[in-house]
């Protein structure tokens, strides 16, 4: 698995990183859940501002940014605005993601951004394109809350965000059947042995596929995503047991390799 170093956290190396996202909809809820976060211990921070109530005005989005930042100075900051087609909770106009994305990796306040892979290849490249110039990465993004689409279509689409020049690319897909989880576990293993020269984040969705969430030191998926005080996806496990299990896991696999 090759590795992405951002503010010295090593993703790819040892047990998978944790990012835990906060939902807040106001500053103080958000204010509230970050003190919280202050006393736990997890890697990467995501913003999940699809949720925030002020969302469409820049100058707060990036008040509230650096109220996050200063409260945690040391973890990474992953800014995310899901849409609404793929799990978000707001409605929203092409036209305005992409400049919000753009002006918050301009912002030097945020360390990686969500970009989703099936906004239109030109958007996605432009975006990365303007993150990397402000030495912000980009994490490429696909979330199928309906189904889990065949092992070559998740291939293809990881692949697809990596050609266009993702530092990670990650895909959430729901299982309906033991077999769909198999399947994204069976598509993870392939993209890390075959296609991968990025870190990859992969997850089935739900009760059924948490399996998959400690699953990365086996397979390959090189981050997860742990509930704090909220979740912002179904099956996300709690972040302290997560920790423990996703520990346990990789010393394990280390003394039997
Ligand atoms: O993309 C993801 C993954 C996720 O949907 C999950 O299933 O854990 C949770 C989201 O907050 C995040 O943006």
Redesign the pocket.
């Known amino acids: 698995m090759k590795t992405v170093t951002i503010k010295q956290l090593e993703i790819g190396v040892g047990a998978p990183k944790i990012i835990v996202?906060i939902v807040g909809k106001t500053q103080a809820e958000l204010i509230e859940e970050v003190q919280f976060l202050q006393s736990i211990d997890f890697d990467v921070l995501?913003w999940?501002v699809d949720h925030f109530n002020q969302v469409d005005d820049i100058q707060a989005v990036k008040q509230v940014a650096k109220k996050i930042v200063d409260l945690l100075p040391n973890k990474p900051l992953l800014f995310?605005f899901?849409t609404i087609n793929e799990?978000g909770v707001k409605p929203w106009a092409l036209s305005s993601y992409i400049q919000l994305n753009k002006e918050m990796a301009c912002s030097g306040l945020v360390d990686l951004i969500?970009v989703e892979v099936f906004i239109g290849d030109d958007y996605v490249k432009d975006i990365i394109d303007v993150a990397h110039k402000n030495q912000v990465f980009v994490i490429a993004?696909n979330?199928d809350f309906e189904k889990t689409p065949p092992k070559n279509d998740i291939v293809n689409r990881l692949r697809k965000m990596q050609d266009l020049g993702a530092d990670i690319p990650?895909i959430?897909v729901m299982p309906k059947t033991t077999d769909d989880v198999l399947t994204l576990l069976a598509a993870t293993t392939e993209m890390n042995e075959k296609y991968a020269i990025k870190p990859i984040i992969t997850?089935s969705?739900a009760g059924l596929g948490a399996i998959s969430r400690i699953a990365g030191s086996t397979f390959g998926s090189a981050m997860t995503?742990g509930a704090a005080k909220n979740a912002?996806?179904?099956?996300?496990l709690d972040v302290n047991q997560l920790r423990y299990i996703l520990e346990a896991l990789h010393q394990n696999n280390k003394l039997t390799q």
Not at 232 to 236: D, E, I, K, L, N
Request: glycine share 10%; proline share 11%; aromatic share 6%.
């Open positions: 996202p995501e999940r995310t899901r799990g969500d993004s979330h990650k959430a997850m969705m995503f912002s996806a179904p099956g996300q």
